[in-house]
């Protein structure tokens, strides 16, 4: 059965609250927003400043594509610069409707790997208003962690973090304290999603291609695994796993069998590593056709759910943990954030500066 997340991490939870709850909120103060450009999506998300966190005013989540054929031509296309173009058009007319204080624009693997990344982020700023920083693979795993470090308060040990990208995979090495995880090492490794399915195509619905593609990804983890020594502390036990991407929330919401993706329900569950199999099983034998109809995949990420899949079954064959947590949480909570902790220290230097 899916673990239950402890009392704390579900209050914790409930600070990023679904928009539907906090609409009725959207003018309860000045707002934060961060924008994630992806090499397949690109999100936003609006949260205003409650407790140790936020809550959520606004979400967007668009499928664009942008990395599309930059693995063979080493260029963003046209057609993926429109329809990204066309998405953050739609993210500046919903922020313009609001109080937002201060807003952080991030750029991940499409744009690092490109000829014309920074050209493109110049457009994007001449026609959107946006001004896009390009962040390194570190920082990724760093906003990553920050996001996730609510799930692993009142934790010991080692924890391995990762997040299946469309064109990148970060990987966290990390020390459980009491005052929080610590960043041991990290890897961003230049295959996701995107890069897996314009490389192996069809061959990974087949069961001879998918163990392939598993194996690939294999070879690509060991110099992590050989710096690192992840396996011995495996052994030795109390290292826990924790994933965060579009293929970690499917898996779960195929275990807990939704008929509809509800991100409260999945976000901190624990998977077992038999209902995580079992669940990465029933997809496979779903075929094209099944995981179009299916309602935690649907038409627009068919294409990229089985090369998601080899990715967490590689990560799961060199490092066999008993369950894996879920985290529907990322990048752009990690900048919201560093957002509101620096907007909080800056509001504290005023008031001191005013008292002396």
């Not at 090495?173 to 490794?189: D, F, K």
């Not at 110099?223 to 965060?244: A, D, K, N, W, Y």
């Not at 879920?326 to 001191?352: C, F, N, P, T, Y």
Request: with cysteine; glycine share 10%; net charge positive.
């Amino acid at each position: 059965m899916v673990s239950v997340r402890a009392s704390a991490e579900l209050e914790t939870a409930a600070q990023w609250n679904d928009t539907r709850f906090d609409c009725a909120r959207r003018n309860a103060g000045p707002a934060f927003a961060a924008l994630d450009l992806g090499t397949n999506n690109c999100r936003m998300l609006v949260a205003t400043p409650l407790g140790d966190g936020f809550r959520v005013l606004d979400s967007f989540s668009r499928i664009v594509r942008l990395g599309e054929g930059l693995h063979s031509t080493g260029r963003l296309g046209e057609p993926a610069m429109d329809r990204t173009i066309t998405a953050l058009r739609t993210c500046a007319a919903r922020l313009a409707r609001r109080n937002v204080k201060d807003v952080r624009a991030i750029a991940t693997e499409a744009c690092r790997r490109a000829s014309n990344g920074a050209d493109f982020l110049g457009r994007i700023k001449q026609e959107t208003g946006f001004d896009f920083g390009i962040i390194t693979g570190r920082e990724e795993a760093e906003l990553a962690l920050e996001s996730c470090a609510p799930l692993l308060r009142a934790k010991t040990g080692r924890a391995l973090l990762f997040d299946i990208g469309g064109g990148s995979t970060e990987l966290a090495w990390v020390r459980l304290t009491h005052g929080g995880p610590e960043l041991i090492g990290y890897a961003s490794l230049p295959i996701g999603v995107v890069t897996l399915a314009e490389s192996w195509g069809d061959a990974g619905y087949c069961q001879d291609g998918f163990e392939a593609m598993v194996d690939d990804v294999v070879d690509r983890l060991r110099p992590f695994e050989s710096v690192h020594c992840i396996s011995q502390e495996i052994r030795h036990g109390g290292v826990r796993m924790l994933g965060t991407s579009g293929t970690v929330t499917t898996l779960a919401g195929v275990a807990l069998n939704l008929e509809r993706y509800r991100r409260l329900d999945v976000d901190g569950v624990e998977l077992c590593r038999q209902e995580a199999d079992a669940a990465l099983a029933r997809l496979r034998a779903l075929g094209r056709t099944g995981l179009m109809q299916h309602p935690c995949v649907g038409p627009e990420r068919v294409d990229f759910v089985l090369p998601g899949c080899a990715v967490f079954a590689a990560i799961t064959k060199l490092w066999p943990v008993p369950q894996v947590m879920v985290a529907d949480r990322g990048l752009r909570e990690g900048v919201l954030l560093r957002l509101i902790r620096a907007d909080k220290a800056r509001h504290s230097g005023r008031h001191q500066g005013c008292r002396r």
